[in-house]
């Protein structure tokens, strides 16, 4: 039998990981939330969470406190990188119409040049230096899940590929993606040059 104070410790686990205000984890998330040094206990406690649905495995060591179905693909996606990212290129153009292809992946901009997929959706990042990625202007943030205006997407993508093609570039204001260009430190784009070059 477990004594009280082994109860009342697993409780205050559980009580701290239920009253976080966040609902993804890596491993090391969980070792800091509850203190925890000892490997041990800490993959004996989230096993034990898992069984009894207080926490879900989404990959090994990436864990969440509510149904996978019940996760938005975009927070998953930049809770998954571990490090500051937001969602831009083409994941944005497309929700704004200014592309007509159909892109299967969301596309984020962080400090990380990576590939991935979590139950099959997947994720492209953009890798930006730290100088451009945390030079807030053109992000917003919406449920939770920061993510480019449309002229900074516009920005983003002409600075890793100034040649990209825009479906309709009407919608642009090229005016707001020349300042939103000079506030981040990018090279300035003359649209005229553009023509239509993958990604």
């Known amino acids: 039998m477990y004594s009280m104070r082994q109860q009342t410790t697993k409780l205050n686990k559980k009580?701290?990981?239920?009253?976080?205000q966040r609902d993804l984890f890596h491993i090391k998330d969980l070792a800091l939330l509850w203190a925890l040094n000892n490997q041990n206990t800490l993959h004996t406690t989230v096993s034990r969470y898992i069984k009894n649905n207080t926490l879900f495995r989404i990959q090994k060591g990436f864990y969440s406190k509510v149904p996978f179905n019940?996760?938005?693909?975009?927070?998953?996606?930049?809770?998954?990188?571990?490090s500051y990212s937001y969602i831009s290129t083409e994941t944005i153009?497309?929700?704004?119409?200014?592309?007509?292809?159909?892109?299967?992946?969301?596309?984020?901009?962080?400090?990380?040049?990576?590939?991935?997929n979590i139950s099959n959706q997947p994720y492209i990042s953009r890798k930006l230096k730290d100088l451009f990625l945390l030079n807030q202007i053109g992000i917003i943030e919406k449920n939770g899940i920061k993510q480019a205006t449309l002229e900074r997407a516009v920005a983003d993508m002409l600075y890793f590929n100034p040649r990209y093609h825009f479906d309709a570039q009407r919608?642009?204001?090229?005016?707001?993606?020349?300042?939103?260009?000079?506030?981040?430190?990018y090279k300035i784009y003359d649209k005229s040059k553009s023509k239509k070059s993958p990604a």
Do not use: C, R, Y
């Open 15 to 20: 009580n701290v990981l239920l009253q976080s």
């Open 171 to 185: 919608l642009i204001d090229w005016q707001k993606v020349e300042l939103i260009q000079k506030a981040i430190g």
């Open 70 to 82: 019940q996760i938005n693909n975009m927070q998953l996606g930049i809770s998954f990188l571990h």
């Open 93 to 116: 153009l497309a929700k704004h119409g200014v592309i007509s292809q159909d892109i299967p992946f969301i596309t984020l901009i962080s400090d990380k040049s990576k590939k991935f």
